[in-house]
């Protein structure tokens, strides 16, 4: 009754093992930003349906995540959503795509346009009310992402400079997060990565200009930033291949279709 | 000589799983002591602005955020954990014992991440709407973390107060006494250690649950704090509508990103959470072993 007991569970481990192990190995992994990786995903999909036997491993971390997993070798690809640090370099960069950042708020919420000023003042704080700015009497919520976050990176670089965020600010840790919270409450005020824009939230016009790829491309659309696929070295084999067809015709229609602004 | 080999298997055994304790916790001093030799241990715990961007960590805000929370969550917690024990223990017929049981037990199989998720779509804008404030706040991780250590607080009580001899109670009924002046003065004072070890227990689960309170407090690296002119006492009520930041979260939120002087602050960050449960712990055991 026992052994009969422990024989079960063995069998249902080597079934397990047996499984696992006659799936196809993962020649390509790719790491790195959560704001990059949709869109990697989509690639990865069409790339291998293209190449029969090529199976490739898209995992989020963010954008520094991305830079160590590559300078590691973890990585055999990383994705950043913002430019490298000083303290990064030595790594082959190749942008895929430009990326907008939409000031979201709430679809009640009767503003439609902001200047990059006002922005920064609500984010700073020097704006707590929407009246001020032409709302309703009511507190702004703001919503920022953590320290480190790609896209956290890309607005204070366009739009706070060297001031700093207000001390009451809510943090989330994603795009989907802030998103969901500016969704739930009729006063808040974030930002996110134009990919990740739903009918739930309305993105702002800035400075009088529509976030759409082609105010972005023209370079009207001032808050936008590039997506970056790092190798450690000159890509070759089936990394080049990679990046490669990122960069064709096809790879740079998926991008469009998946609203980020192409470079080819 | 079977027995003997046996007795080795088994021996290696706890050997092993006793080792790995202190491999974590080995790992984790060894990758958060630089920054507390160079920042100081006290400048480190008291410091109150967290910027890792300009190398500044001061995790004093989310110590404070910690204590509020799990302080929340008892408050919360305590007495209806303890009243449900009561009931299930002393009061509650079989076929509700039987109801209710497995049903609170279901409770503590949720994943942390679907309580985060119904804090963030339904507690919040609760608190929003009726208290004030952004409803990202240290009052959202207390009810969330209350609801998460009940069953941790029911279970523990109620088999401690069922193993209060039966012999207590008749003599106490002998004596004159009702059934509620035998709960409250006989069952409950001989049950204590043991309501008291639940009531740790929870502590212990709600000051180290990461994922429902990340989602629900708001996450912001600062004190809370309350711009009124009103009595500290009923100050203390508005800074629970504040958000705050747990050690918990302080990691869980940054890890990804962090390198170098970063990602050490983040493991310094676990050790002080380390000291904080080792503290709650020592405390426990010499408030009731003294009885």
């Known amino acids: 009754m026992k052994f009969k007991f422990l024989g079960i569970i063995v069998f249902i481990i080597l079934a397990v093992m047996y499984m696992v192990g006659r799936e196809e190995v993962h020649n390509l992994t790719i790491a790195g930003s959560t704001s990059v990786q949709p869109i990697a995903e989509i690639l990865s999909e069409e790339f291998e349906k293209q190449h029969s036997g090529v199976r490739i491993n898209v995992q989020g971390g963010g954008s520094s995540a991305g830079v160590k997993s590559t300078q590691s070798g973890t990585a055999d690809i990383g994705m950043s959503s913002r430019e490298l640090k000083s303290n990064e370099r030595g790594l082959f960069e190749t942008i895929i795509a430009l990326d907008g950042i939409g000031i979201i708020v709430n679809t009640a919420n009767p503003i439609t346009e902001l200047t990059m000023e006002e922005v920064r003042k609500i984010f700073t704080g020097e704006i707590r009310n929407w009246k001020e700015i032409g709302g309703i009497d009511a507190p702004i919520t703001v919503v920022n992402r953590e320290a480190g976050s790609g896209t956290r990176g890309a607005f204070e670089e366009i739009i706070m400079g060297p001031y700093d965020f207000l001390d009451k600010i809510i943090i989330q840790g994603s795009n989907g997060a802030v998103r969901q919270t500016v969704a739930g409450d009729i006063n808040a005020v974030g930002y996110i990565s134009l990919v990740a824009l739903e009918s739930r939230v309305k993105a702002l016009n800035i400075e009088g200009v529509v976030p759409n790829p082609e105010t972005i491309k023209a370079g009207d659309y001032k808050m936008s930033r590039p997506f970056i696929l790092l190798t450690k070295k000159e890509p070759e084999g089936l990394i080049k291949e990679f990046i490669d067809f990122a960069l064709s015709q096809e790879g740079q229609r998926i991008c469009k279709e998946e609203g980020l602004i192409t470079v080819r | ?291």
């Open chain 2, 1 to 291: 000589m079977r027995g003997d080999s046996e007795r080795e298997i088994l021996k290696v055994s706890a050997f092993l799983s006793t080792i790995v304790v202190f491999l974590i916790a080995g790992f984790v001093l060894w990758q958060g002591l630089p920054i507390l030799r160079r920042e100081g241990l006290f400048s480190f715990i008291l410091g109150r602005e967290w910027v890792p961007s300009k190398g500044r960590f001061g995790v004093y805000p989310m110590i404070i955020g910690s204590i509020f929370v799990t302080f929340g969550a008892l408050l919360f917690g305590v007495p209806l954990g303890v009243a449900c024990a009561i009931f299930l223990a002393e009061v509650a017929p079989e076929w509700m014992v039987r109801l209710f049981k497995p049903t609170i037990q279901l409770l503590a199989g949720i994943p942390s991440v679907v309580y985060g998720f119904f804090g963030l779509t339904a507690v919040v804008p609760m608190i929003r709407m009726y208290l004030g404030g952004t409803g990202f706040s240290a009052l959202a991780g207390s009810i969330i973390l209350a609801i998460m250590i009940l069953p941790t607080i029911i279970n523990i009580s109620e088999d401690a107060m069922r193993a209060v001899p039966k012999e207590y109670k008749e003599g106490s009924l002998a004596l004159g006494a009702t059934e509620w002046e035998t709960t409250i003065k006989v069952v409950l004072p001989a049950a204590r250690s043991g309501i008291a070890a639940s009531i740790i227990l929870g502590m212990g689960r709600a000051i180290g649950e990461t994922m429902a309170v990340l989602m629900v407090t708001g996450n912001t690296p600062h004190l809370p704090q309350v711009e009124r002119n009103i009595s500290p006492f009923l100050k203390v009520f508005w800074l629970f509508l504040e958000p705050v930041r747990t050690l918990t979260g302080n990691v869980v939120l940054e890890m990804s990103y962090a390198t170098g002087d970063h990602q050490s602050a983040l493991f310094a960050t676990g050790i002080v959470l380390f000291i904080m449960i080792i503290i709650l712990n020592v405390l426990a055991n010499m408030a009731f072993n003294r009885r």
